[in-house]
T-cell receptor
Framework: DTEVTQTPKHLVMGMTNKKSLKCEQH?????MYWYKQKAKKPPELMFV???????INESVPSRFSPECPNSSLLNLHLHALQPEDSALYLC????????????????FGPGTRLTVL | AQSVTQLGSHVSVSEGALVLLRCNYS??????LFWYVQYPNQGLQLLLK??????LVKGINGFEAEFKKSETSFHLTKPSAHMSDAAEYFC??????????FGTGTRLQVFP
């Protein structure tokens, strides 16, 4: 299984809602990533989990809260979002979490298209 | 700091013509380099990667790229474009971190 799955595919939420995005991989990868992608732009890294521990937080606002319950699962909890947070949210995983070395190939999921009203 | 520059935000070719997408990198250490493709409303798919082995790298869908250290380039080519190649292409570099540094992307259009 070489797939990263993400649910839901689409999400519409109000600014007072609480919702969660889910990402799953069964490739045995020990690094998992959340990216935000606006239209016609490259993905922007948000968070990196290495061996289920948060290793990188790219100064993301606290209204985004990541969680890694186990090595196969990654969640992104959303609360009190703003309309400018509307974007495609991509999850990725890679075979090894490197410290002081090159990141290995990242495998991306299909993304969740988020719209904040 | 490491960076990637993709020259040309849009490239248009005729079906059957050569595809050339340009990528130049800046890195103080030997980099790993990647090309990803993104079709509309989808995630990114790895086309190929360079990890300091052979300088000519072959990928999926007939694409290949050549690492040229002297030119700090990693251009993506395909001898004959197909309509299904129309997509956004991202070059990326990684070095001594968990991060991928992406270029700004090149949108490839293929005309019949």
């Amino acid at each position: 299984d070489t797939e990263v799955t993400q649910t839901p595919k689409h999400l519409v939420m109000g600014m007072t809602n609480k919702k969660s995005l889910k990402c799953e991989q069964h490739m045995g990868h020990r690094a998992m990533y959340w990216y935000k992608q606006k239209a016609k732009k490259p993905p922007e890294l948000m968070f990196v989990y290495s061996y289920e521990k948060l290793s990188i937080n790219e100064s993301v606002p606290s209204r985004f809260s990541p969680e890694c319950p186990n090595s196969s699962l990654l969640n992104l909890h959303l609360h009190a979002l703003q309309p400018e947070d509307s974007a495609l949210y991509l999850c990725a995983s890679s075979p090894k979490a490197v410290a002081g070395g090159h990141t290995d190939t990242q495998y991306f999921g299909p993304g969740t298209r988020l719209t904040v009203l | 700091a490491q960076s990637v520059t993709q020259l040309g935000s849009h490239v248009s070719v005729s079906e059957g013509a050569l595809v050339l997408l340009r990528c130049n990198y800046s890195s103080s250490v030997p980099p790993y380099l990647f090309w990803y493709v993104q079709y509309p409303n989808q995630g990114l798919q790895l086309l190929l990667k360079y990890t300091s082995a052979a300088t000519l790298v072959k990928g999926i869908n007939g694409f290949e790229a050549e690492f040229k250290k002297s030119e700090t380039s990693f251009h993506l080519t395909k001898p004959s474009a197909h309509m299904s190649d129309a997509a956004e292409y991202f070059c990326a570099v990684s070095h001594n971190t968990d991060k991928l540094i992406f270029g700004t992307g090149t949108r490839l259009q293929v005309f019949p």
